[in-house]
């Protein structure tokens, strides 16, 4: 029936068919439905699809168990079927609201099958453009495409589509390679993978290497004349040449490797491959510079294009791609010396190299070859030469004439960070709006810093107590998104999960809006969890005491503002302020918060013995029993440190504390848990700290000024970075280095872990500790080097490790607090050298001495290691000697002169 006849159908007819068609899809009968869609004209269709799309509307907000879910499939050919347009289609086709119950494509290109060509080709290119996100099947836009005749989609979308099909077909049991054969689009849609992002992880993840992977496959039906070579290797090189994900990189020069190109094929690309020598993959750097290699040795390239690929790849940092570059250079410069002139500049460009054994090999070279060169590659290398370590300096000095003061490096000055300042909190937002948009940015951003926290818990008190419609009519758009925001009281999830931790600033929230049970909240601030007590729970319990209360208050007795909101960003409270906060309560009449004052009472300075003999006259003066309490903490004597014990535990080196005597005796019992003593053995029980990291940034501030009991009760979690491997528990190691106190075994002890961590993120935070305490006059390098070289020796910290975190914080200008620190960690490690027994595993000692010898030279030191010299007095040219040698040259250079 033609389109004509069918659109002069009378509309009153499709009326029992669209119910017949609506009964069909609310049953999920999606085979019946197709079949009514059969006989149905394009009025009758769109007649149809409101009552769809009502339909629709009416699931989106069904429970997910519900019964009415099974008409999705049905509902989702339906619709695609009675849209008469190729947008609408698509975009039905493809709503996210469907997409985990979609018709099978069969179904769908059943019921669009009658369609027109040029509307079916419409549709399959509208729906290869959607992004990956879309989940198109690609079974659909390939049947689209057989059944319109269209020209096959290249887009992101069809092409992985295509390669995942591919890799689907298995079952079949015939190979890749036949696949690539059978399909008449290969030819079109190989080209394209090439200007995908990340195809690279598709097709390693379905095919892997070996003889029926995708590049054996490709290089297989490339040789059969299927695919264009000469394309084919264009698109691979070019490819590589854009750079990518790692994945891409090792695809494509796998499938460059798998064509196997001739000495022809590889110098028409020349430039290509210099340009690679520069890549970031160093893959991908070291096969041109293979390439490269076997042009050189066959003659195939100019001294000129020699140079120009040394240039790239002598700045690079990989040892290995540095050396097979000056071997190379080495033979050319054997076999026609007259290319010294070319050549020797660009070998002087290792001669920054980090590494001094390349640095020497390079050196080599020019000594022996420098005597053919011109006066201007001379001056070039002698430029160069004043980035050679000490020792070899001297020798470029005696060889090319120079004088010793112009290959001197400039006087040594140490470059250590500012040291950090505590920043006043400013005072709470006046305004409920400015209010909700900082705590947004809280939540956003996971409880901040101290400061940020600080002021909003106190704003949240604050705008509570006068007036708390306005603050829950702000707040309500910023917690839209908390799970628990929307969650009935009935189904009690909400109070689950307050029950057993405050989660930050979100317990105050909800009780706020009333998403948490009062009674909840009370048992809470009552009794805290329930959960068996672990290293960590003393700073938890007595920081999340605070917030129950809070919380708690805000639901039953506001309080006008918090007592124990600090007056710098380190969590000290300035006595003064403490005494004018409680007069302003007791102007009030408002009943100050258990944990809040004892919090307050820890906060307090009183390092300042007349500043707090005064605020103590004034608190007694106000009349109140927290007036009184406050007088006699601030007159009385502080709590003593408490007593340090070593104790070992496996490869572990960890610090048991003994009880903190003084604590006031009235602290809830939440902070009564502050004194007890820091075990060992407690210590190794796992929880749930291990996990999450909710509130540990605000541990410093819980006991300002005693950081050696937090980094105490932290020091096993630190350690698990380098003995076990872990990530992220060393990020808090900057914030000990920040706050106040004594910076003491603890301290340095956890630092000391940290720099051998296994993952960078947790080095450098290691470095930034160490780079602050040094700074501001508190690293103990005797110390803490005495530690590494102890927990070394252990197997707690692995050498390359600690040498990448020393090198790293060297580098920032901090030689001499390196070098201190080495200097008194090196004994330690080379004591074992000079013994008669076994050699110990030393892997990695030579890149520590290495590290060693380059803060000596710079800082121009003279000191005597202990065993250093039977080190370098041993056999052989490992790295461990070379570097030894080199050290102790450097430490006696003055002297022997």
Not at 489 to 516: I, K, M, T, W
Request: glycine share 8%.
């Amino acid at each position: 029936m033609s389109s004509a006849v069918r659109d002069a159908v009378p509309v009153s007819d499709a009326v029992p068919v669209s119910e017949a068609l609506l009964a069909a899809v609310r049953a999920g009968r999606t085979n019946e439905a197709a079949g009514l869609l059969d006989g149905m004209t394009d009025p009758q269709r769109r007649l149809c699809l409101p009552a769809l799309q009502e339909l629709r509307k009416e699931l989106r907000v069904a429970p997910w168990d519900a019964a009415s879910r099974t008409a999705y499939p049905a509902l989702h050919a339906a619709g695609a079927a009675c849209h008469t347009g190729a947008a609408g289609a698509a975009g039905w086709i493809t709503a996210a609201d469907m997409r985990w119950s979609q018709a099978s494509p069969a179904a769908l290109l059943h019921v669009l099958g009658d369609r027109e060509r040029d509307w079916l080709g419409n549709l399959a290119r509208r729906l290869a453009d959607r992004p990956a996100t879309a989940q198109v099947p690609y079974e659909l836009m390939a049947g689209l495409v057989r059944l319109s005749g269209c020209a096959v989609p290249t887009t992101e979308t069809y092409v992985v589509g295509w390669v995942e099909q591919i890799g689907s077909l298995w079952q079949r049991g015939d190979t890749v390679a036949q696949r690539l054969r059978q399909d008449p689009y290969t030819a079109d849609l190989v080209p394209a993978l090439f200007g995908i992002p990340d195809i690279g992880g598709h097709l390693d993840w379905l095919f892997g290497d070996g003889p029926d992977s995708w590049c054996a496959a490709l290089a297989r039906v490339t040789e059969e004349g299927v695919l264009d070579r000469k394309a084919l290797v264009d698109d691979c090189v070019a490819r590589l040449l854009r750079g990518g994900a790692a994945s891409d990189c090792r695809v494509f020069l796998r499938l460059l490797a798998a064509l196997g190109l001739s000495r022809d094929e590889e110098r028409e690309r020349v430039a290509d491959w210099l340009a690679l020598t520069s890549h970031a993959a160093s893959t991908v750097a070291a096969h041109a510079q293979s390439v490269l290699g076997s042009l050189a040795s066959a003659g195939g390239i100019t001294s000129r294009q020699l140079a120009e690929m040394s240039d790239g790849m002598l700045f690079r940092t990989e040892k290995k791609l540095v050396r097979a570059q000056l071997v190379l250079l080495g033979k050319v410069l054997r076999r026609d010396p007259s290319t010294a002139t070319e050549l020797l500049p660009s070998v002087a460009q290792a001669f920054g190299h980090e590494d001094t054994d390349l640095q020497e090999r390079a050196w080599k070279l020019v000594e022996r070859h420098i005597g053919v060169v011109d006066e201007r590659a001379r001056e070039e290398v002698a430029d160069a030469a004043a980035r050679l370590s000490a020792g070899l300096r001297a020798r470029a000095g005696a060889v090319l004439g120079m004088d010793a003061a112009a290959l001197a490096p400039p006087p040594y000055l140490e470059l250590l960070p500012p040291a950090p300042v505590p920043d006043r909190l400013a005072s709470a937002p006046d305004s409920a709006t400015e209010l909700a948009e900082e705590v947004g940015a809280l939540l956003a951003s996971g409880d901040g810093d101290v400061a940020a926290f600080e002021r909003a818990l106190d704003g949240l008190v604050r705008h509570a107590h006068r007036h708390q419609a306005e603050l829950t009519e702000a707040l309500t758009p910023v917690v839209a998104r908390l799970w628990w925001a929307g969650a009935e009281l009935q189904h009690h999830s909400a109070d689950e999960y307050f029950r057993d931790a405050p989660h930050g600033l979100e317990v105050v929230l909800a009780a706020l809006l009333g998403r948490v049970r009062t009674a909840t909240l009370h048992k809470a601030d009552q009794h805290g969890p329930m959960s068996d007590p672990c290293v960590h729970s003393a700073m938890s319990a007595a920081f999340n005491a605070r917030l129950w209360e809070a919380a708690y208050r805000v639901r039953t007795d506001p309080m006008p503002f918090l007592l124990a909101t600090p007056t710098w960003a380190s969590g000290f409270l300035e006595p003064d302020e403490l005494v004018s906060r409680l007069g302003e309560y007791h102007r009030l009449g408002a009943r100050p918060g258990a944990a809040d004052f004892a919090q307050a009472l820890l906060r307090v300075r009183r390092d300042d013995r007349a500043v707090a003999a005064a605020a103590a006259e004034r608190a007694a003066s106000l009349g109140t029993a927290h007036g009184e309490r406050l007088a006699r903490w601030l007159t009385g004597d502080a709590p003593t440190a408490p007593t340090s014990r070593r104790r070992t535990s496996g490869v572990r080196i960890l610090l048991e504390l003994g009880e903190l005597d003084g604590l006031p005796a009235d602290l809830p019992a939440a902070f009564r848990r502050l004194g007890r003593p820091v075990g060992v053995f407690e210590a190794r029980r796992y929880c749930h700290h291990y996990w999450t990291q909710d509130g540990r940034q605000h541990w410093l501030a819980v006991v300002p000024g005693r950081r050696e009991l937090v980094a105490a009760r932290l020091m096993r979690e630190v350690s698990s970075v380098s003995v076990e491997d872990t990530r992220n528990a060393a990020m808090v190691l900057p914030l000990i280095a920040e706050a106040e106190g004594e910076a003491g075994e603890a301290v340095h002890l956890c630092v000391a872990y940290g720099l051998g961590a296994r993952h960078p993120e947790d080095r450098l935070g290691a470095v930034d500790a160490l780079l602050v305490l040094a700074a501001r006059g508190q690293l103990d390098a005797e110390r803490l080097g005495g530690d590494l070289g102890q927990l070394v020796r252990r197997g707690a910290v692995k050498p390359l490790r600690l040498a990448e975190s020393v090198r790293t914080a060297a580098t920032t200008g901090a030689y001499a607090t390196v070098w201190s620190i080495l200097r008194a960690a090196l004994p330690v490690l080379l004591a074992d050298l000079a013994t008669d027994g076994a050699a110990p595993a030393t892997r990695g000692y030579g890149e520590l001495l290495a590290v060693a010898a380059e803060c000596a030279e710079l800082t121009g030191a003279r000191d005597d290691v202990a065993h250093l010299a039977q080190a370098a007095e041993r056999s052989g040219s490992s790295r461990l000697v070379t570097q030894a040698r080199r050290l102790r040259d450097t430490l006696g250079r003055e002297v022997a002169a």
